[in-house]
């Protein structure tokens, strides 16, 4: 079974600030992760996706994540937030090699970034 | 390209009453899965298909059921609505294989029950 813990429901940051999304996971198996962003009325896109390879991880918009098996963790970060990356980030972890079919997912964490 | 199209995007219903929403997915993809994701939550998996077949469910009651078509496109069924399956459904295709393709998502649909 896998399971996702995103501590924090809701960060702020100021514009220019450290972005620092946390995110801890339980799996059985060798686990994938991703990170999704959502953007209000809208589904998710993806940010970056941990597939076994590197342990550092580069996205879009800036944004990166490291996998760190001996804490559990696949904090998401950002050098310097901008109002634009004000949206809910949700965490996500596949549990099962060679079939992405079902993703459990964390509850989200709500940033708000303040000018 | 499109992306994954849902519709509607919206929708109201009563409970008691039955629903479809629909799903195409990324030209070439040929799996679909559904997600609902209730308010202040994350998404759960509902289903997944492959070659019109389901290839998973999550734990959702049997009133919930889906079909794919030979254009892989889908559509979600849930009869004998509840208050509860008031939420945003979401749609994400994939190709099918084993590199660990991530999920497409589209916009959704806002399901709300009364």
């Known amino acids: 079974a896998q399971s996702v813990t995103q501590l924090g429901s809701h960060v702020s940051v100021s514009e220019g600030a450290l972005v620092l999304l946390r995110c801890n996971y339980s799996s059985s198996v060798p686990p994938y992760l991703f990170w999704y962003v959502q953007y209000p009325n809208q589904g998710l896109q993806l940010l970056l996706k941990?597939?076994?390879?590197?342990?550092l991880v580069k996205g879009i918009n800036g944004f990166e994540a490291e996998f760190k098996k001996s804490e559990t963790s696949f904090h998401l970060t950002k050098p310097s937030a901008h109002m634009s990356d004000a949206a809910e980030y949700f965490c996500a972890v596949s549990g099962r090699r060679g079939s992405n079919y079902k993703l459990t997912f964390g509850k989200g964490t709500l940033l708000t970034v303040n000018p | 390209d499109a992306g994954v199209t849902q519709s509607p995007t919206h929708l109201i219903k009563t409970r008691g009453q039955q629903v479809t929403l629909r799903c195409s997915p990324i030209?070439?993809?040929?799996?679909v899965s559904w997600y609902q994701q209730v308010l202040g939550q994350g998404p759960q998996f509902i289903f997944q298909?492959?070659?019109?077949?389901?290839?998973g469910r999550g734990n959702f009651p049997d009133r919930f059921s889906a079909r794919q078509f030979p254009n892989y496109s889908s559509e979600l069924n849930v009869n004998a609505l509840l208050l509860g399956d008031s939420a945003l459904y979401l749609c994400?295709?994939?190709?099918?294989?084993?590199?660990?393709?991530?999920?497409?998502f589209g916009n959704g649909t806002r399901l709300t029950v009364t």
């Open positions: 994400a295709s994939t190709p099918w294989g084993a590199d660990n393709s991530p999920l497409h």
């Open positions: 030209s070439g993809h040929k799996s």
């Open positions: 941990y597939t076994s390879a590197a342990t």
């Open positions: 298909y492959y070659e019109k077949e389901e290839r």
